[in-house]
């Protein structure tokens, strides 16, 4: 923070209020909700060695380092113990985007039960059938096919046969 000293010259304030700290928490999730963006990367980058420190600032580390590295059934059970995670507007609709985004790259097919286990415990089938269907996945009985349609479709090889007559003029080196 800035602060005007007596003789008018701004310097930077020794002492952080809570709600600073507090506004400093709340723009690190907002920028791990921008996943697989690397905002987040950015914004801790930004951080003094005292915000580091802090608890919250390392459990916030902790949850993205649990996305980032694709622990996902262990993500949702520690965003369960901290408020800031639980009450942020579009939290966890946001963290089931990335994990989308993650299992596409990831599988062609994927298990129904193993997927849904992936998108948190609080998803029912309807909302499994929202998100399989926002995604443009098809469901095909117990798996759900997230590859690209492209790669359902068989390839064909061609073989045209020219006569070497033809091809001669053009492969010509003068």
């Not at 602060?3 to 690190?28: E, M």
């Not at 920028?31 to 950015?42: E, G, I, K, T």
């Not at 963290?95 to 193993?114: G, M, P, S, W």
């Amino acid at each position: 923070a800035v602060v005007s000293t007596q003789s008018g010259h701004y310097g930077r304030a020794d002492l952080i209020t809570r709600s600073s700290i507090d506004n400093v928490h709340y723009v690190l999730v907002k920028a791990l909700m921008q996943l697989p963006r690397s905002d987040y990367v950015f914004c801790r980058a930004q951080l003094s060695q005292e915000m580091i420190d802090d608890n919250l600032t390392k459990k916030i580390d902790d949850v993205a380092t649990l996305l980032e590295t694709c622990q996902f059934p262990e993500f949702w059970n520690v965003i369960q113990e901290e408020k800031i995670f639980t009450e942020m507007t579009g939290f966890t609709e946001c963290a089931r985007k990335f994990i989308c985004h993650v299992v596409q790259l990831t599988y062609k097919n994927i298990e129904e039960d193993f997927l849904m286990q992936l998108l948190g415990p609080s998803v029912d089938k309807d909302l499994f059938l929202e998100i399989v269907a926002e995604e443009k996945w098809d469901h095909n009985g117990d798996s759900v096919f997230v590859g690209h349609k492209e790669e359902m479709v068989e390839q064909k090889e061609i073989i045209e046969k020219m006569p070497i007559e033809v091809v001669t003029p053009i492969l010509a080196i003068r």
